[in-house]
């Protein structure tokens, strides 16, 4: 697909650039209908209330009555702003929530596709509260090419949109199975095989501090309280096979594996007697407990976790045979659900950036000035 493609699509016909003003009804929400409402959907309270947010979040409550009734965009004025949504189902829209409600023939999920591209460009003031009104999209322009140019551009769209939300339910469902799985082949009963500390099958050693400025150009990565690396630097304090689990912050007990070398900081890292106890096996234990360790945050200001308090955590040591099998088992699940280089979030990420791609192409017409 080329701008070849799209001048075939056009075939010569014009596209009009129009106000939002002059194509929608612009209304922003009130208030509450605190006399006539329900946290959860009921019989009579079946009418969504409507806010400011992304996906499920832009749900307040349930009501019985409708303000919206036809087909229409939303646009988050606060918080989230920009956020478009599509709406296709009778709604009570609320705190100043905007809402776009065709007066003429368009396409809306045409429409929806256009504002999507533009909802990271809008310039509301700094003073006060943030916040989008009327005033200041009521002038934005929006191409509208025929009605048989928007169709196609949406079943190309709708295709790639599909495609993503059908891989993005599969990743939900392998999750599922993964985390099955992984509670099976990680539960022991009693007896059958031996528990130990794990201060009595690895060493447990603190992170050396070291600030951005005090780190020399590298490509070691610096590990601390984060997913992913915080700088670089050109110097290690680990090496091969090690866990490691962030001690403050956000993040405070959060487990990631590496296999490379790497200078810990804010962090602590488990080494262990590879005689005993294979180190991803260790992983996958403590990534199950993901939850656990990280409600173990002490301190009433910035949450931390304790070295200490990992001696005397008991783990099962099945045998090393049964300790690789498992480890064979998990690994290939984890790649598949939680691997950007591989497997489902890989596959999701090429597609939203194809979808994307040719969401910028469909939809980029020229203006009456001759840009885009």
């Given at each position: 697909?080329?701008?070849?493609?799209?001048e075939k699509l056009l075939?010569?016909?014009?596209?009009?650039?129009?106000?939002?003003?002059?194509?929608?009804?612009?209304?922003?929400?009130?208030?509450?209908?605190?006399?006539?409402?329900?946290?959860?959907?009921?019989?009579?309270?079946?009418v969504p209330i409507l806010?400011?947010?992304?996906?499920?979040?832009?749900?307040?409550?349930?009501?019985?009555?409708?303000?919206?009734?036809?087909?229409?965009?939303?646009?988050?004025?606060?918080?989230?702003?920009?956020?478009?949504?599509?709406?296709?189902?009778?709604?009570?829209?609320?705190?100043?929530?905007?809402?776009?409600?065709?007066?003429?023939?368009?396409?809306?999920?045409?429409?929806?596709?256009?504002?999507?591209?533009?909802?990271?460009?809008?310039?509301?003031?700094?003073?006060?509260?943030?916040?989008?009104?009327?005033?200041?999209?009521?002038?934005?322009?929006?191409?509208?090419?025929?009605?048989?140019?928007?169709?196609?551009?949406?079943?190309?769209?709708?295709?790639?949109?599909?495609?993503?939300?059908?891989?993005?339910?599969?990743?939900?469902?392998?999750?599922?199975?993964?985390?099955?799985?992984?509670?099976?082949?990680?539960?022991?009963?009693?007896?059958?095989?031996?528990?130990?500390?794990?201060?009595?099958?690895?060493?447990?050693?603190?992170?050396?501090?070291?600030?951005?400025?005090?780190?020399?150009?590298?490509?070691?990565?610096?590990?601390?309280?984060?997913?992913?690396?915080?700088?670089?630097?050109?110097?290690?304090?680990?090496?091969?096979?090690?866990?490691?689990?962030?001690?403050?912050?956000?993040?405070?007990?959060?487990?990631?594996?590496?296999?490379?070398?790497?200078?810990?900081?804010?962090?602590?890292?488990?080494?262990?007697?590879?005689?005993?106890?294979?180190?991803?096996?260790?992983?996958?234990?403590?990534?199950?407990?993901?939850?656990?360790?990280?409600?173990?945050?002490?301190?009433?200001?910035?949450?931390?976790?304790?070295?200490?308090?990992?001696?005397?955590?008991?783990?099962?040591?099945?045998?090393?045979?049964?300790?690789?099998?498992?480890?064979?088992?998990?690994?290939?699940?984890?790649?598949?659900?939680?691997s950007i280089s591989e497997?489902?979030?890989?596959?999701?990420?090429?597609?939203?950036?194809?979808?994307?791609?040719?969401?910028?192409?469909?939809?980029?017409?020229?203006?009456?000035?001759?840009?885009?």
């Amino acid at each position: 697909m080329s701008q070849s493609f799209m001048e075939k699509l056009l075939d010569g016909a014009p596209v009009e650039w129009k106000t939002l003003e002059s194509v929608f009804d612009i209304l922003a929400g009130g208030d509450v209908p605190k006399d006539a409402m329900s946290e959860k959907e009921t019989e009579k309270f079946n009418v969504p209330i409507l806010s400011n947010g992304i996906g499920d979040k832009s749900l307040y409550g349930w009501t019985d009555k409708s303000k919206i009734v036809n087909p229409s965009l939303t646009i988050s004025a606060r918080g989230t702003i920009g956020w478009t949504s599509y709406r296709d189902k009778p709604f009570f829209p609320i705190v100043r929530l905007i809402v776009l409600t065709p007066k003429i023939e368009i396409n809306l999920k045409y429409a929806y596709y256009y504002m999507k591209t533009i909802e990271n460009s809008y310039k509301v003031s700094e003073a006060g509260i943030p916040q989008l009104t009327k005033p200041m999209i009521k002038d934005i322009q929006i191409p509208i090419p025929p009605l048989p140019v928007q169709v196609e551009i949406v079943r190309i769209l709708d295709a790639f949109t599909e495609l993503t939300a059908e891989l993005t339910a599969e990743l939900t469902a392998r999750k599922k199975q993964y985390n099955y799985y992984r509670d099976q082949l990680l539960s022991f009963e009693e007896g059958k095989v031996e528990w130990k500390t794990l201060g009595g099958v690895a060493e447990i050693r603190r992170g050396t501090a070291i600030t951005e400025k005090e780190t020399t150009p590298g490509n070691v990565p610096v590990i601390a309280n984060a997913p992913n690396p915080i700088y670089f630097h050109n110097k290690s304090n680990r090496d091969g096979e090690t866990i490691v689990i962030a001690r403050s912050g956000a993040y405070a007990g959060l487990v990631s594996y590496w296999n490379q070398a790497y200078f810990l900081t804010d962090a602590f890292s488990i080494h262990a007697d590879d005689a005993v106890i294979k180190p991803k096996f260790v992983y996958h234990l403590l990534k199950r407990e993901q939850e656990k360790i990280h409600q173990m945050s002490k301190g009433g200001g910035v949450p931390h976790v304790r070295a200490r308090d990992f001696e005397t955590y008991q783990i099962p040591i099945p045998s090393l045979a049964e300790q690789e099998r498992i480890v064979s088992i998990l690994d290939k699940f984890d790649a598949l659900t939680n691997s950007i280089s591989e497997g489902l979030p890989r596959e999701i990420r090429l597609r939203q950036k194809q979808y994307e791609y040719y969401r910028e192409l469909l939809l980029s017409f020229p203006k009456p000035d001759g840009t885009k």
